[in-house]
């Protein structure tokens, strides 16, 4: 409520949240993705930047980071440092990520630093998450396992934290999406975005 009646009094306002995309790096092609069809050189964001300018933003007033992007936050070197110096700065972190390089040392962090995570998984059986993803069919068991190892840090931390899957409904994934539900129902939600064929 404060930054709209400062909006009103003078006419602009600093945002309140922030996406940023540590890098353009993915381990993954999916059909869907810009970075797909796209020749992206490897570009990480400088770590000590970030942790720079995090004063920066709290001065601004930024409640909230989402770390997402372009590519796969979680490729970048050191996303895990980031995200501990944002929350250590009394700001709310969030994560999108396919999940696939997820560890069970990093879910531990990750359940502490984070507010929330989104994993996409973009298909309900190994063979059309292999084909959607561009990469090879036990990556979907990879992904699961991933999911499960971070539910589990999330009981054992009892931390205020919330892990949902995410989905983009396609034609190669449609009779899919109720198997695929019932496989995750056990995360805080499941959410599908839609895209037009």
Same mark, same amino acid.
């Given at each position: *409520? %404060?930054?709209?009646?400062?909006?009103?009094? #003078?006419?602009?306002?600093?945002?309140?949240?922030?996406?940023?995309?540590?890098?353009?790096?993915?381990?993954?092609?999916?059909?869907?993705?810009?970075? &797909?069809?796209?020749?992206?050189?490897?570009? /990480? /964001?400088?770590?000590?930047? /970030?942790?720079?300018?995090? %004063?920066?933003?709290?001065?601004?007033?930024? &409640?909230?980071?989402f770390f997402a992007g372009?590519?796969?936050?979680?490729?970048?070197?050191?996303?895990?440092? *980031?995200?501990?110096? +944002? &929350?250590?700065?009394?700001? %709310?972190?969030?994560l999108n990520t396919n999940?696939?390089?997820?560890?069970?040392?990093? +879910?531990? #962090?990750?359940?502490?630093?984070?507010s929330w995570m989104r994993?996409?998984?973009?298909?309900?059986?190994? &063979?059309?998450?292999?084909?959607?993803?561009?990469?090879?069919?036990?990556? /979907?068991?990879?992904?699961? +396992?991933?999911?499960?190892?971070? +539910?589990?840090?999330?009981?054992?931390?009892?931390?205020?934290?919330?892990?949902?899957?995410?989905?983009?409904?396609?034609?190669?994934?449609?009779?899919?999406?109720?198997?695929?539900?019932? *496989?995750?129902?056990?995360?805080?939600?499941?959410?599908?975005?839609?895209?037009?064929?």
């Amino acid at each position: *409520m %404060d930054r709209l009646v400062e909006w009103k009094k #003078n006419g602009h306002i600093m945002p309140l949240h922030l996406s940023f995309g540590p890098t353009k790096t993915c381990n993954l092609s999916c059909v869907f993705c810009s970075y &797909k069809y796209k020749k992206f050189a490897p570009v /990480f /964001f400088p770590t000590q930047r /970030f942790i720079g300018l995090l %004063d920066e933003l709290k001065i601004c007033g930024i &409640k909230s980071i989402f770390f997402a992007g372009d590519g796969e936050p979680l490729a970048h070197p050191d996303c895990l440092q *980031m995200i501990h110096a +944002a &929350k250590n700065k009394g700001i %709310d972190v969030a994560l999108n990520t396919n999940g696939l390089l997820i560890t069970p040392e990093m +879910a531990s #962090n990750l359940v502490k630093d984070l507010s929330w995570m989104r994993i996409s998984l973009n298909a309900g059986h190994p &063979k059309s998450y292999a084909s959607i993803h561009s990469t090879s069919e036990d990556s /979907f068991s990879r992904v699961l +396992a991933n999911i499960r190892t971070v +539910a589990q840090q999330r009981k054992c931390a009892h931390h205020e934290f919330t892990l949902g899957v995410q989905c983009i409904l396609l034609a190669e994934n449609i009779s899919e999406i109720h198997h695929l539900a019932q *496989m995750v129902k056990d995360v805080s939600y499941f959410k599908k975005l839609i895209q037009s064929a």
